[in-house]
């Protein structure tokens, strides 16, 4: 208990000794579990948003006002990749644009005419085929215009292959950073008590006991890190959900409104910061050690 | 308490550091080493002290066959032996008592311990009205004194003390001396490296002379100044 308390000691002098490199240490390995945290919770949310698109795998075919609809579902029932055709009246269709955008009713108001064309919705059965389900739609005569879910789909999967893509780079290449900074940090340490060092070895002092102060300096440095880095995130990713949350009517639609809290999450984000900034910490220590305090 | 067996020791540069040596120290003695530079003495503490190994024979001290420890055990034995240098290896922002209270804390030895044992070793050399002051305020010979009280402060079975008078003022090197073999007196081996033949001269006793890698003296010889 005795040594304990002073490596522990030993350890947490070592950080106020090298302040300057354990902040640089500290900022560096911050910015990477930031970056690559956030880039996390922008590939989750994408994964929620895509589901929900999923869900509502409804296919939009807007047809002409003077367009046969008995025909127009008679042709659509008829293909192999329909499962189901719902009809919606302009009417209908009119009012559900009002409650999708009940803050704007007056922008319906002033309307000469229902400007919302007779509508089937159609769900189709294999989600790989909607192209070619939108397509054998947009032939049919009547119909004006189809509106498939997964042109947002296909921009929200874009969007969390480019985050899964830049999270990765960023992991790897700030990681790898984080880990040469601390390992530096270690390195002056062990220099700065090399005379120590040297005097622990001749009376006796174990390997672990002339270690431990550094693995301390190092995976102080990274839990530190980790909490810097989750109070950023928290402040950072509730201030973007706040943003969202505030006109829902346009997002919610697209199932934004699902996305992660950070409230529900906090707890196993703040451990997977810390984790995370405590193994960087003692991956650069320990790499650090087998170079330069060989015992 | 210490021997080494055949020992040899060939450096990779193709030098002959020690040839064959066969050597005992009993427990309890005091034995100077003396021998001009590349004789062989700093190899032969090295080897007491395990920082290296023979490329022949065998080295067995305080109970440690040093030849074939395993490295997890090397700083137990090491807690055994206690070193004193001619630079004094102090640690610069630690007091008088704290570099002697560090070997105990490294050793992982209770604070009661430290705070009974290192006011005696203080005492013992006669440095406790100095215990707050830091080495850069200390004069030479109060250094020596400080390491001679950390090499003791574990009360350990043997002392090599390397060279401990070179740096400091002549005149002390008999007080440095005096100080060792008080200890000596306790009980603990002390082996003690000197170049100053005035020394051995002056206190007499068991003097191994090295030369070229060999041991080519090793007898009781009389001193003329002070008895035992």
Redesign the interface.
């Given at each position: 208990m005795n040594n304990l308390s002073y490596l522990l000691k030993q350890g947490f002098s070592s950080i106020w000794k090298n302040r300057l490199m354990s902040f640089a240490s500290l900022c560096i390995l911050t910015v990477c579990l930031l970056l690559v945290g956030l880039s996390g919770f922008v590939m989750l949310d994408c994964g929620i948003i895509l589901d929900n698109v999923s869900d509502k795998n409804e296919i939009s075919v807007y047809m002409e006002d003077d367009a046969d609809i008995n025909h127009i579902k008679d042709v659509l029932n008829s293909n192999t990749l329909v499962t189901k055709v719902r009809y919606i009246s302009p009417e209908e269709g009119l009012e559900s644009m009002k409650n999708q955008y009940k803050d704007q009713t007056e922008l319906f108001e002033s309307l000469p005419y229902n400007p919302v064309p007779p509508t089937y919705m159609v769900t189709i059965n294999d989600l790989d085929k909607i192209d070619m389900a939108v397509g054998q739609f947009q032939v049919i005569q009547g119909v004006y215009k189809v509106n498939a879910p997964m042109d947002f789909a296909g921009f929200i999967e874009d969007i969390r292959n480019t985050f899964t893509i830049v999270g990765i780079a960023l992991m790897l290449s700030l990681g790898a950073v984080s880990i040469i900074i601390i390992a530096n940090t270690t390195r002056i340490s062990v220099f700065a008590r090399r005379k120590e060092i040297a005097i622990m070895r001749i009376v006796g002092a174990t390997n672990s006991f002339i270690r431990t102060p550094f693995f301390v300096e190092g995976m102080t440095v990274g839990l530190l890190s980790g909490f810097t880095s989750w109070i950023l995130t928290k402040v950072i990713y509730e201030g973007v959900f706040g943003l969202f949350s505030e006109s829902l009517g346009m997002w919610g639609a697209l199932g934004m409104d699902n996305i992660i809290k950070f409230s529900d999450v906090a707890v196993q984000t703040l451990l997977v910061y810390c984790a995370a900034g405590a193994l960087l910490g003692a991956i650069g220590t320990v790499l650090s050690m087998s170079k330069h305090l060989k015992i | 308490m210490v021997e080494l067996k055949n020992v040899s020791v060939h450096y990779k540069e193709g030098v002959d550091a020690l040839s064959n040596v066969n050597l005992r120290i009993e427990k309890g003695e005091f034995v100077f080493i003396v021998g001009d530079s590349g004789a062989g003495k700093s190899t032969l503490l090295k080897l007491i002290?395990r920082e290296i190994t023979p490329t022949e024979g065998r080295v067995f001290v305080n109970g440690y066959n040093l030849t074939n420890i395993k490295k997890?055990k090397i700083?137990?034995?090491?807690?055994?032996v206690g070193?004193i240098f001619q630079d004094f290896?102090l640690?610069?922002n630690l007091n008088v008592y704290d570099n002697v209270a560090?070997?105990m804390?490294?050793?992982?030895q209770?604070?009661r311990d430290i705070r009974h044992r290192v006011p005696y070793v203080l005492d013992l050399v006669k440095l406790t009205d100095r215990a707050k002051a830091y080495p850069n305020k200390l004069s030479g010979g109060e250094m020596q004194r400080v390491a001679i009280a950390?090499a003791f402060a574990?009360d350990p079975g043997l002392i090599i003390a390397d060279e401990p008078t070179a740096n400091i003022d002549p005149g002390l090197s008999y007080d440095i001396v005096r100080l060792l073999r008080e200890i000596n007196k306790c009980g603990t081996t002390v082996v003690m490296v000197t170049h100053e033949h005035s020394l051995v001269e002056y206190f007499g006793g068991r003097l191994i002379s090295l030369k070229s890698g060999e041991i080519i003296f090793d007898d009781v010889v009389g001193g003329a100044g002070e008895d035992e």
């Open positions: - | 002290t997890s700083p137990y034995f090491r807690r055994s070193m290896r640690i610069d560090f070997v804390r490294v050793t992982g209770s604070k950390r574990s």
